[in-house]
């Protein structure tokens, strides 16, 4: 079901979070009635940005909103129970492809949505046919309360949530790519049901270390210390970023924009994003960040302080099912070597290629290297000889 967006909400979304004009005195900007108004937000004005963010892609695509089922209050799975009865939805966009493509699903990260690709659905398109999703609780999907409380009822309102999103779209043997928190949520998956996965590619993935780690160690050190405890009290206490953003009202807008400014293109070379791009973009992260809180909360289930997985993906390495890439950027926060420990118990085929001028976000720092990796990465659905296929020039194996 396609969600409808009024032109008065694609105005009102663009203008809540556009910068003053020049001409705009000090005086009227900051006057009293300006600063007390929070920027409204909610699933429409999400969408409303998704849809000006894709409006610089070439290719043309569908979105909708699939539903994945309702159930009473009170229900047993987790991602049903609240007060509320109304269906979930899983925020969906499928690019136009051409007929036999092998199918690509996208999963994005925490803190992020969909759209976070746009800078690859183009050429991503020309060789698969893409479907991205907001994970349930991020992005235009639907944001239930999140009542899990533990780890594995939050890897289960991922992992059962996309599984009922599979079933709605009669989707099975695809290629299954996830991204830094995407990429843990994408491996469990796997996992659980290797019978729909033909290949995995974890981009920057998380959940591989520990805390028993010995390059942990200094977590602990700075955990017993006053700022390490305030920090680690406040990550106990499910305090996140998109907190932040809520609370700044007017200001929210301003602090994303100077965040994507500063953050996506800093490691590249000639990649770095437009005016346009980041102004899109600034628009379209406010409002994911902004809206109501629910599948932001899983964090402190699954990661301790640090980002140190508390079921690691490592454990579970000997029962990898399904061939797996991992890419990664040159200067990406995410540790390469943690996938090359996983690689040793795999029992199954593996290649780790590293982007150059690439940061955690590499898709978007080196749009074109990154789609390098991935061409090579799934050689075998696109090349009629894929043995003969060398790492393109640039990349390198670890």
Not at 145 to 171: P, V, Y
Request: charged letters at 20%; a positive charge; proline letters at 6%.
């Amino acid at each position: 079901m396609a969600e409808e967006i009024s032109k008065s909400e694609l105005r009102s979304s663009a203008a809540a979070t556009s910068t003053p004009s020049s001409s705009t005195t000090a005086k009227s900007r900051w006057s009293w009635p300006s600063v007390l108004r929070w920027i409204p937000t909610s699933t429409n004005h999400i969408i409303a940005a998704e849809k000006r963010l894709l409006s610089i892609i070439k290719t043309p695509y569908v979105q909708e909103q699939v539903n994945i089922g309702s159930s009473p209050p009170g229900s047993k799975i987790r991602w049903f129970r609240s007060s509320s009865d109304e269906p979930r939805f899983i925020n969906t966009v499928t690019f136009d492809s051409k007929e036999d493509s092998p199918t690509l699903i996208m999963v994005h990260g925490y803190g992020a949505s969909q759209g976070f690709f746009f800078r690859n659905f183009d050429a991503l398109a020309s060789r698969f046919r893409v479907i991205a999703i907001d994970q349930l609780g991020c992005g235009g999907s639907s944001r239930p309360d999140f009542t899990c409380k533990s780890t594995e009822e939050t890897e289960a309102w991922f992992i059962d949530s996309f599984e009922e999103w599979r079933k709605a779209k009669n989707l099975s043997n695809f290629i299954l790519l996830g991204h830094s928190l995407g990429g843990y949520v994408a491996a469990k998956y796997a996992l659980k049901h290797p019978e729909h996965v033909q290949h995995l590619i974890l981009v920057g993935p998380a959940g591989f270390s520990a805390q028993s780690d010995a390059k942990s160690e200094w977590i602990t050190k700075f955990r017993a210390t006053w700022k390490g405890a305030i920090l680690n009290h406040l990550w106990e206490s499910n305090f996140t970023p998109q907190k932040i953003i809520r609370g700044l009202g007017p200001w929210g807008p301003d602090l994303v924009r100077k965040y994507t400014n500063a953050r996506f293109g800093a490691y590249s070379s000639g990649s770095v994003l437009t005016t346009e791009e980041s102004s899109l973009l600034t628009d379209y992260v406010y409002h994911t960040l902004a809206a109501k809180a629910s599948g932001e909360l899983c964090l402190k289930y699954i990661f301790a302080f640090g980002a140190f997985a508390r079921m690691p993906l490592l454990h579970s390495a000997p029962e990898w099912k399904v061939p797996t890439t991992f890419i990664y950027g040159f200067e990406d926060w995410m540790n390469y070597q943690g996938a090359q420990e996983a690689r040793k118990h795999m029992k199954v085929p593996c290649e780790i290629i590293r982007v150059p001028q690439g940061g955690h976000f590499v898709f978007i720092d080196n749009p074109s290297g990154f789609h390098a990796a991935m061409f090579y990465a799934c050689r075998r659905f696109l090349s009629p000889d894929p043995d003969h296929e060398s790492l393109p020039e640039g990349l390198s194996s670890a």
